[in-house]
């Protein structure tokens, strides 16, 4: 029973989260829910018995990324100060318009989809030893492009954010 509650708060917790990084105006605000996702998710891998993943999870993504984020979107705003107010004239309909599509579709596949049962995992699932043998045989290269893609990302923040030499 503790454990549907946890899962019940945890999943509230992303839901909110995801919302609130949709809805946020501010991009530090955004970052901010975007912890509380990352942080409800982790609480999600340790219902599932995956505690390596979940310690990844908040190491890697709520420790480093957000900050990492945290630092971007405040270097990117040191010239114009709270930043420029860019909407386009027609966003607001078009996003929901979007969104009713989307939301329709989504019900539609739900309505006509089968469930199938959940993969039986092993005894390994989640443990250091397994993820490393997946990540660094199976999932190798596209693990190395995440890592050129956020070096690449750094490297652009910190240019950015030096401007022009006087």
Known sequence: M???????????????????????????????????????????????????????QVIIYAGAIVVLFLFVVMLLHIRSGEGRATKLPRQRPVGLVLAAAFLAA????????????????????????????????????PFELASMILIVGIVAAVVLARGAPP
């Open 106 to 141: 989504a019900a539609a596949v739900l309505r006509t989809a089968a469930t199938p049962p959940p993969p039986a995992v092993g005894g390994e699932f989640g443990t250091a030893q397994a993820v490393a043998e997946t990540l660094f045989t199976r999932y190798v290269l």
């Open 2 to 56: 503790a454990e549907v509650v946890l899962f019940i708060l945890a999943a509230t917790g992303a839901l909110a989260g995801g919302v609130g990084i949709i809805l946020a105006h501010p991009p530090v605000r955004a970052a901010l829910a975007l912890l509380l996702v990352l942080g409800s998710l982790a609480v999600l891998y340790l219902l599932l018995a995956a505690q390596f993943i979940a310690v990844l």
